[in-house]
């Protein structure tokens, strides 16, 4: 891993450790935020239709309230075939929630870094929602940029998260909807966008255990999960045993436009939400909750010091 130092790059100057970026086409002549924000204000998530009727699927809302209001909501979908499958899919209100990465040792490397479980008692102040980051960086397909340091060069075409200084997050394609700006703090690559224009990619497999993730013991319906942006600008998470099929239409149901794979198998699958009994209480694993009862992991998992994978938070602003 590589510390910040500049140098002048045609007429701009920029870190070092970006000059890689340059290779992969990633950094430009100004900053680019397309998809970053939108002035849509929504303040609760779009009705959600089952798949196998035109009922609506209650949103609740859960985890400590951020200036008097939900700013996440949960429910769960069944899948389609009927095998008592369900997806849990979350909301997240990204103009009350501020987004942080969290750095592993094991994921994406190294010990030195500032954000890393267990979350400390400062940021578990605000912290309303946690969730598992991508694979390891080996079966990533693409870069990782997080506290100044570039991991993994940030490849071009990559599904990316895009964090900024301010909070915000996004999910888009590297090179076309995102790009390098001096407001990113942090991007998290993970293969290529499931879905795009809010609608599935083409060419996707129902029985595919390796392309979007090697399925463990190759189980079809193995726990996956996905981030996606809406059109307002929110965040929806997507979990549960399912297909890559039932991942990527559950998270166009949930109202993505743009979305990509995150972690997958039971072991590293989780998403869990805080609520203290103060306003300005401790998030802490005794007051979490998961997204479904059935996830092996617990609220605990980000407050474990030998937690060695990335994550993401998503704290009152």
């Given at each position: 891993?590589?510390k910040?130092?500049?140098v002048?790059v ?11 970026a340059l290779?992969a086409?990633?950094?430009t002549?100004?900053?680019?935020l397309?998809?970053?924000?939108s002035s849509?204000v929504?303040d609760a ?8 009727s035109?009922a609506?699927?209650?949103?609740r809302g859960?985890?400590?309230p951020v200036?008097g209001?939900?700013a ?5 979908l069944?899948m389609?075939?009927g095998r008592?499958r369900f ?11 501020a987004?942080?990465l ?5 994921s ?5 870094w500032?954000?890393?479980?267990p ?15 991508g ?6 397909h ?6 100044g340091?570039l991991v993994a060069p940030?490849r071009?075409g990559?599904?990316?998260?895009v964090?900024y200084?301010?909070g915000?997050?996004?999910?888009g394609?590297?090179?076309?909807d995102l790009?390098?700006s001096?407001s990113?703090?942090?991007v998290?690559?993970n293969?290529t966008?499931l879905?795009?224009?809010g609608?599935?990619?083409?060419g996707?497999?129902?029985n595919?255990?390796l392309a979007w ?9 193995d726990?996956?999960?996905g981030?996606g942006?809406?059109a ?5 998470y997507v979990?549960?045993?399912?297909n890559?099929?039932d ?5 166009v149901r949930a109202g993505a ?7 997958m198998?039971?072991?590293?699958t989780?998403?869990?939400t805080?609520?203290p ?10 007051n979490g909750?998961?997204l479904l009862?059935?996830?092996y992991?617990?609220?605990a998992?980000?407050f ?8 993401v938070?998503?704290?009152a602003r």
């Amino acid at each position: 891993m590589q510390k910040w130092r500049t140098v002048v790059v045609g007429s701009r100057r920029v870190p070092v450790a970006l000059a890689s970026a340059l290779v992969a086409g990633a950094l430009t002549s100004g900053p680019t935020l397309a998809g970053a924000t939108s002035s849509r204000v929504v303040d609760a998530p779009a009705p959600l239709h089952s798949f196998t009727s035109n009922a609506h699927v209650a949103w609740r809302g859960v985890g400590r309230p951020v200036h008097g209001q939900r700013a996440v909501y949960v429910t769960s979908l069944a899948m389609p075939d009927g095998r008592d499958r369900f997806a849990g899919i979350a909301w997240m209100n990204t103009h009350l929630l501020a987004a942080r990465l969290y750095s592993g040792s094991l994921s994406p490397g190294g010990v030195s870094w500032h954000y890393s479980a267990p979350i400390s008692n400062a940021a578990a102040r605000t912290l309303v929602a946690a969730f598992n980051g991508g694979f390891l960086m080996k079966d990533s397909h693409g870069g990782y940029l997080s506290e100044g340091r570039l991991v993994a060069p940030l490849r071009a075409g990559a599904a990316s998260l895009v964090i900024y200084a301010n909070g915000n997050a996004t999910v888009g394609q590297w090179g076309r909807d995102l790009t390098m700006s001096r407001s990113v703090v942090a991007v998290r690559q993970n293969l290529t966008l499931l879905v795009d224009h809010g609608r599935p990619v083409p060419g996707l497999r129902a029985n595919d255990v390796l392309a979007w993730g090697m399925s463990l013991h190759q189980v079809v319906n193995d726990w996956r999960s996905g981030l996606g942006v809406t059109a307002s600008g929110d965040l929806v998470y997507v979990a549960g045993p399912l297909n890559i099929i039932d991942l990527a239409h559950t998270l166009v149901r949930a109202g993505a436009i743009r979305a990509m794979v995150l972690d997958m198998n039971p072991l590293w699958t989780v998403f869990a939400t805080y609520s203290p009994a103060s306003p300005h209480g401790l998030a802490a694993p005794s007051n979490g909750t998961t997204l479904l009862a059935s996830m092996y992991q617990t609220p605990a998992r980000f407050f474990q010091p030998t937690y060695s994978r990335d994550f993401v938070t998503m704290s009152a602003r």
